[in-house]
Nanobody, 117 residues
Framework: QVQLVESGGGLVQAGGSLQLSCRTA????MAWFRQAPGKEREFVAA???????WYGDSAKGRFTIARDNSKNTLYLNMNRLRPEDTAVYYC???????????????WGQGTQVTVSS
């Protein structure tokens, strides 16, 4: 299994920005998900091995997913943050194709993002 380690979470005011990072031993199709207390896990963004990208509705126009294969690191750049973005953010990886929002095999421990009003 792929080991994933997230970092970069923290407290930010509404309208601010954060960059999340996820280190992994290998780079495959990867994604970011988030989960707020009492809510279902939500797809945020994904990036393929060929650098194709997909975004959930909540991320479109505000977040950017990117990878640096030389550093084995996945990034999520978040701009114009809103209180509803508050959640634990997880990076995930998979080796199979299919729906971009499903089928992820490996998950990190998560990093907390809190956006104040």
């Amino acid at each position: 299994q792929v080991q994933l380690v997230e970092s970069g979470g923290g407290l930010v005011q509404a309208g601010g920005s954060l960059q999340l990072s996820c280190r992994t031993a290998t780079m495959t199709t990867m994604a970011w998900f988030r989960q707020a207390p009492g809510k279902e896990r939500e797809f945020v963004a994904a990036i393929s091995e060929s650098d194709g990208t997909w975004y959930g509705d909540s991320a479109k126009g505000r977040f950017t997913i990117a990878r640096d294969n030389s550093k084995n690191t996945l990034y999520l750049n978040m701009n114009r943050l809103r209180p509803e973005d508050t959640a634990v953010y997880y990076c995930a990886a998979r080796h199979t194709g299919g729906l971009i929002t499903t089928g992820y095999e490996s998950w990190g421990q998560g990093t907390q993002v809190t956006v104040s009003s």
